[in-house]
Each structure stands twice: as C-alpha cells, then as structure tokens.
C-alpha cells in the first residue's frame, strides 16, 4: 500500500471515528441538554407563576384586613339594641336644643337585616328652617348610623317665618341575635 492510500484510510477511519463521537455522544448529551433546559424553563415558568399568586394571595390579605377594619367601624357605629331608648333621647335633645316642638313621635316596624336592626322613627316637628337645618347637622355628627328618609317641609299656614317637617329617621342597632 502507498502513501496516499494509507492517508486515505486513516482520513476515512477519522471521520468515521468523528462521526460515531458525535452519533453516540455528542448527540444525546445534547438531546438531555435540551430536555433538561426544558424542564428548567418549564420549572422557571411554574415558579413565576407560584410568585405571582403568592403576590396576589397577599393582596387578598391586605384586602381581608381592610374589610374586617371597615366591618369593624361600622359595627362600632352600631350600638346594642338595647340603647335605643339612648338614641331616641339624643335625637328629641338636638330637636329641642334646636327649637323645634315635637308634634309626634312613632317608632314604626322594626326591620332585621343580617347583623343588624333598623328602627324607624317617624317624627312630626315644628320651628324655623334654620332651626331644621342645623338638627340635620347635628343629627349627622352623631357617633353612630342614621338614615332621614321621606322628609317633607312644608309653610306653616299660622305662623309667618315656620315650617312644619315631617320625616321618618331610621336608626340602625347591632343585631344581637344574630
């Protein structure tokens, strides 16, 4: 055999040696390459999306806080029921401080919601519109729910410069029951 045919030989017993490498060795080592950078992406994916719900579950918990602060001003603005004597007190102090005569007052049907009670009152008063204004101011710096509904103003016939009101004020009482 000549030169050129041994360069030949090992040229092709080379490249063939090449070839094997890469089809036994190179080749797979870069398919689980590949799978593994897959798996880790896939990972990577799940992680970001267990940190996006972990922001979104603490979002929640800051909301829950908040709801429970405002459930709880608002239960404190509502006293026991059994103060309701208290309230209608407070409301015919303001009437009087205020100058108006109280022509009626009648506690209608109590209404029960979830959590709380709701008493109205219709009251009937006389004085000045001055005077109805400011024991609506007054009536709305109380520490606690109400609610004027069906106020009706009208011109007192008798007296120059008085009105006649009549209104239904609801006020609103912790449910103890329930």
């Known amino acids: 055999m000549n030169?050129?045919?041994?360069?030949?030989?090992f040229f092709v017993v080379l490249v063939g040696a090449a070839?094997?490498?890469?089809?036994?060795?190179?080749?797979?080592?870069?398919k689980a390459l590949e799978e593994q950078k897959a798996a880790m992406t896939a990972r990577l994916g799940k992680l970001a999306e267990l940190q996006r719900a972990t922001a979104a579950a603490r979002d929640l918990d800051k909301q829950l806080e908040?709801?429970?602060?405002?459930?709880?001003f608002f239960e404190s603005k509502l006293p026991p029921?059994?103060?309701?004597?208290?309230?209608?007190?407070q409301i015919t102090l303001i009437a009087q401080s205020r100058h108006l005569r109280p022509k009626s007052i009648s506690a209608l049907k109590t209404q029960k919601s979830s959590g709380y009670i709701e008493q109205p009152l219709k009251m009937e008063?006389?004085?000045?519109?001055?005077?109805?204004?400011s024991f609506l101011l007054d009536l709305e710096k109380l520490p606690r729910i109400t609610k004027i509904r069906e106020l009706e103003l009208k011109?007192?016939?008798?007296?120059?410069?008085q009105t006649e009101a009549q209104f239904i004020?609801?006020?609103?009482?912790?449910?103890n029951v329930g």
């Open 3 to 9: 030169g050129t045919a041994i360069k030949f030989i």
């Open 19 to 30: 070839y094997l490498s890469w089809a036994f060795m190179i080749k797979p080592a870069n």
């Open 66 to 72: 908040q709801l429970e602060q405002a459930v709880k």
């Open 81 to 89: 029921e059994s103060e309701i004597h208290k309230v209608l007190e």
């Open 125 to 133: 008063l006389q004085g000045s519109f001055d005077s109805y204004y």
């Open 155 to 161: 011109k007192s016939i008798e007296q120059e410069g």
């Open 169 to 175: 004020v609801s006020i609103f009482f912790q449910d």
